[in-house]
């Protein structure tokens, strides 16, 4: 029996703010340091003023969902975020074969048994996606990830760097327990303590990237896992990265 309980409706797009859409899809098992732990999944589309769509950190693909992503643009972009969300880059690509697959530094050799599709590595945003939205790299000792920044309706993009698991969703004690131990439990929901441990040695390099994602002032920060922060982003946003800034 699952730990958690999903966002249903799963693989259907989800409007939160002007040309910015999540999809919630299926439960995950990722393997931890004993055993492995469930996680929720959530993709994010963005449109471009032309039309133009990416996708971040892609959900599976189904053919509804396809369709309903077609009929709002063109898919032009696949991008994941970092080495732990790639998995159904290959399948969106397979879809879409036009679209450039983009990968945080670090993906490729994650990925290499199940794709070995992507165009470019990048740690800036490609021209394509022009002034409308930004591409800051949080770097890491165990991985880097691609924070974006929809300009037009200030919306922060996050993938792992802030978790916010909600206790009524998690029907397992011991998950609730492990999920509090590891800092990533709403309404305090954080980067996980353990992945906080890789940024010894490049803390200085983090908090100004953590800075500049405040600079930002984003209205909105939407997650890859847990609840989203629809209001109050750049409130929230300082209380997650409390303990770099």
Avoid: Q
């Avoid at 959530?42 to 032309?50: A, E, Q």
């Avoid at 599709?117 to 021209?127: D, M, R, Y």
């Avoid at 969703?169 to 011991?174: E, G, I, P, W």
């Amino acid at each position: 029996m699952s730990c958690l309980k999903l966002y249903e409706p799963l693989n259907t797009l989800k409007p939160v703010a002007e040309n910015v859409w999540i999809v919630d899809g299926p439960e995950i098992s990722m393997r931890y340091v004993v055993g492995s732990l469930p996680f929720t999944t959530r993709m994010t589309v963005l449109r471009l003023s032309d039309g133009g769509l990416v996708l971040h950190s892609p959900t599976p693909l189904t053919e509804k969902l396809a369709a309903d992503i077609s009929a709002l643009g063109e898919v032009r972009t696949l991008l994941a975020p970092n080495k732990l969300h790639y998995w159904w880059i290959g399948d969106w690509k397979a879809r879409f074969p036009d679209a450039t697959a983009y990968a945080a530094p670090g993906v490729g050799e994650a990925a290499k048994k199940r794709f070995t599709g992507f165009e470019a590595e990048i740690t800036t945003a490609p021209l394509e996606w022009g002034r409308e939205i930004a591409c800051l790299p949080l770097v890491g000792g165990f991985m880097t990830e691609l924070e974006l920044f929809h300009r037009p309706s200030k919306t922060l993009v996050l993938t792992d760097t802030i978790e916010n698991f909600e206790p009524g969703r998690v029907t397992c004690s011991h998950m609730r327990f492990l999920m509090r131990v590891g800092g990533v439990t709403d309404p305090d929901g954080s980067m996980p303590r353990d992945l906080r441990f890789t940024f010894i040695g490049r803390k200085e390099a983090a908090r100004i990237a953590a800075k500049e994602m405040l600079a930002w002032s984003p209205e909105r920060v939407l997650l890859a896992h847990g609840r989203c922060y629809l209001k109050n982003g750049e409130a929230e946003l300082a209380r997650a990265l409390r303990w770099l800034i």
